[in-house]
Structures are given as C-alpha cells and as structure tokens.
C-alpha cells in the first residue's frame, strides 16, 4: 500500500483524517481553494496545532502563512485513507434501518457503494430495496467470497449481531460498522466502528441548562 | 449547574466523556468494580495519560495504583454530561430511518426517551410506531414548547433539513442530532452533531489491504 509510510500513526489520528475531509470537502463545495489549519480547527473544534501536528505524520501540505490547497489535500487524504477507489460494501438486515440505510445518498462519491443487501427473514428475502433485492442471508458468504467484499455494515437486531459478525468474518469481511446497540467481538484482524447516537447526544447535553 | 467548574473545558474533551462514560457500562455489565487508565485506553485506543488528563479535569477519581472505582466514575460522569435525568427528545421524520429511530433500544437508561415523532407528509402522520403516533410537524413548535423539549433528532430528508432545523430552533431546541448527508446551519447557541456512517467506514479503509 503505497499511501501506507513506514511509521506506525496512533489510530486516534486516523481517526480525524475523515473528519478533515468532509471539511476540506465542505470548503471545495463553497468554492474554496485554500484554507488554513485555523479555519478547519474552528469548524471541527480541533486545535489548529493538534490539525497541523496530525496531517505532518503525511508530508508537507502547506507552508506557515500560505495555507493548504484544498484540492490537494483532498485528494492526499483520500490516498491515505484509500477512498480514492471504490468498495464494495454489503448491508445485513433489511429492516426499517437496512432500507434506510441502503437509501442513504451520503455514501455517494465518498469511497462506498452498496454491493448487496441481506436478510434472514422469508418475508424480507426478494423485496425490492430502491435498486436491491433482498438476498438470503444463506448465500452471504458465497456473494461476499465471489465478489472480494471486505466490508459490511450490521443492521440487525441486537440479539442477532455478533453471530451475523462471526459469519460476516468467516466469509471474508476485515470491516464492520455495527448499528446494533450492542458490543461486538472480532478478531484482531478485524476492525469495527460503532454507530451510537447515545454518544452523539451525551456530548450536547453537557452543553444544556436543565 | 453544579456539575460544571469555573473551569472551561475543551470541547474535544468532552467529545470522549460519553466513550469512556460507554465503556465503563460494558465494563460494569462484565461484572468488573475497578478498571485503570490502562485497561480503558486499551478498549478506547485513546493513550492512558489522555484519559488521566481528561479526567482529572473533573476531580481525582483514582491513585496511582489503585485505579478507579468503576461504578463512581459511571455516576461522576452522568452528573458531568447531565444524563443523570432523563431528557425529552424529538424524532422529525418518520421515513425508515425515523421509524428505525424510534424503535432503537439503546436510549434507554442512557438519559434519553422519545417523546414524539414527526413527520410532514399526510400519509404518515395518524401512523402508529411502536408507542408513538406520529404527530404533524405543524404542531412540533406547540409540543417542543409545551413540553420543554431541547433536544432533536433529524431523520428527514437532506433538502428538507436545514428548514426543519430553523423550526426546531425556532421553537426552543437547544441540540440536534443530523442524520441527513448535509451540512446544517445553526446559531452559536445551539449544538449540533451529525450521524455519519462514512467517516466510520473511512477510519477502517486505512486499514484494509485494497
């Protein structure tokens, strides 16, 4: 992996480099061309030193006084990250959250596309999902094998998670975000993100008079 | 609010409350009474001395050597965030994504309950989900007052999110919770957080052999 340096960067710092984008991205969209590590620091609450401290660990990006060019370190960041290619994603479970989530247009030039959509339940299998049909959590493994799929995203009921993960794992997939509200356990050579609007809301209500 | 010091403390800082606030639970669910900053970072991937740092913002919570009583600093923690009560949300939009919201179990004992949907579209409201009806959002700014309701959860689609937004604000929400693929504007005052599945997808593609 050429965008891979020899130094080990702490995951933390990985991280925030998403974060960075969307708001590189952000700016390119309001036109912009340059910005600075104050600018994204005040947009993202990170401190410009902690910005320009972390895109260092990738090389010179922009020099004191003359700013980052956003086009640039866009595309640097998309290297690093390797979203400057598409993957190939499946979603399991096909309830109110798979289908949400198999609609949801924020996936669109970001790196992602949805490959598949699985399910285990008989009145689910061969419903229609905007362009999906549901597919058989039975013939998962094959479609995930075939296709070289290294990612998916969990939206199944809570009780159901980690045996759909173990699966996911044994058919291939080295990356699951888990919507289920509920910890998972994979093997180190697995990684896993959590989607948990608890944290999200917890981070606001210390800023609220009750 | 008592639970705050004179002292002000980093946003970023208190972005990671609500992850150690997390892993505390799973560790109390695991039957533990004590944990370090050791056994937390190795969970989080955030260094032990951050989370002494972090912490010691709000008070000692533990010696060296000793670590720190789980089941105190679960309690010291809510009283930080304030979930120590139970704060009144609303859902807007009651599409798949609203109705996957309104189903989620894991608000529960976390310091959040639903406490209406909804939803502009005269097919939906009338409509049952789970416990709620959903309501129209031409009676949210007369609930959201009558209620005291600060908080919001936005699952409606990306073109009609900033509008919604500007009622929600309108009528008193202090916090929102994004989950359209858009960038919302809102007044210094009020918080705003965004659900973002690709930043997580993003953060585990570094680590993928492409």
């Known amino acids: 992996m050429s965008a891979k340096s020899a130094e080990t960067i702490p995951d933390i710092v990985i991280g925030r480099l998403p974060l960075y984008l969307r ?6 969209q309001d036109d912009k061309q340059v910005t600075s590590s104050q600018e994204l620091g005040k947009r993202l609450d990170i401190s410009s030193a902690q910005i320009r401290k972390d895109l260092s660990h990738f090389g010179g990006f922009g020099k004191q006084g003359t700013g980052y060019q956003i086009e640039f370190l866009i595309e640097r960041l998309q290297d690093v990250l390797q979203v400057n290619q598409d993957w190939s994603v499946v979603v399991v479970g096909a309830g109110n959250l798979g289908i949400a989530i198999s609609h949801y247009r924020g996936f669109q030039d970001r790196g992602f596309s949805i490959a598949d959509v699985f399910d285990i339940s008989p009145e689910k299998i061969g419903q229609r999902i905007g362009n999906y049909v549901v597919q058989p959590v039975g013939s998962m493994a094959e479609a995930i094998h075939d296709k070289g799929i290294k990612i998916a995203m969990l939206a199944v009921p809570a009780e159901d998670a980690q045996s759909v993960a173990d699966q996911l794992v044994e058919a ?18 697995v990684q896993i993100q959590y989607i948990d609007p608890v944290t999200h809301l917890q981070r606001m209500t210390y800023y609220l008079e009750a």
């Open 23 to 28: 708001a590189l991205r952000r700016l390119q």
């Open 172 to 189: 291939g997939v080295r990356a699951i975000l888990n919507y289920a509200p509920i910890n998972i356990n994979v093997p180190d050579h």
